[in-house]
């Protein structure tokens, strides 16, 4: 199977179970509302509750499998299939090898979860400021994911591994500033 196939499965099986746990659930709801006019049983309540908590489990590990789909569609869509490089990429620069070009080309997680962070850290001007406008962002974010590293690589003007480092502190300013915000949010609340 090809990267962009396995990326596509890994976030629409986790959604076709979403839509199939919430239809699902509306029908229960439905009979139960339609039974419970005519029968007042504590046995049918406990039937319907044990029906509700499953159904909400198995919503649970839906949106939990859509999470970890989405990560890893971010990590295996940016990826080249099976040792193939651009062909483009290849021509504007002769003197990377294979593994650079598909460094430059692979997704990047970091430009996912610190999107105007890392547009900043890359020299991605517009991106940056995109991305900080509700709804846009996220889209913003996806695209970065995606795209941002050859964007950046195109932009730059930089060797292959000033590139990598820069990828790499990046990434890193990245992590630290989603730790640092989880430990304010706490803070704030008074846990």
Not at 14 to 36: D, E, N, S
Not at 93 to 106: S, T, V
Not at 164 to 183: H, M, N
Request: glycine share 10%; charged share 15%; proline share 3%.
């Amino acid at each position: 199977m090809r990267n962009k196939a396995k990326a596509i499965t890994a976030v629409a099986v986790p959604i076709g179970l979403l839509i199939i746990v919430l239809l699902a659930y509306a029908v229960v709801q439905f009979v139960a509302v339609q039974i419970g006019a005519d029968i007042n049983s504590s046995e049918l309540r406990n039937a319907m509750a044990v029906i509700r908590a499953a159904l909400g489990l198995l919503g649970m590990v839906a949106v939990i499998g859509l999470l970890v789909g989405i990560i890893y569609a971010l990590i295996t869509a940016g990826k080249p299939d099976g040792g193939e490089v651009s062909l483009e990429l290849r021509q504007k620069h002769p003197e990377l090898d294979d593994e650079a070009i598909r460094f430059i080309e692979g997704g990047s997680l970091a430009a996912f979860f610190g999107g105007p962070i890392w547009a900043l850290g890359n020299r991605l001007w517009l991106m940056a400021f995109l991305a900080i406008i509700p709804f846009v962002g996220l889209i913003v974010s996806f695209y970065l994911a995606f795209t941002g590293r050859r964007m950046s690589w195109e932009k730059g003007g930089w060797t292959i591994d000033q590139f990598k480092r820069r990828q790499r502190t990046v990434a890193w300013v990245v992590v630290i500033f989603i730790i640092l915000s989880v430990f304010l949010q706490i803070a704030a609340s008074g846990l």
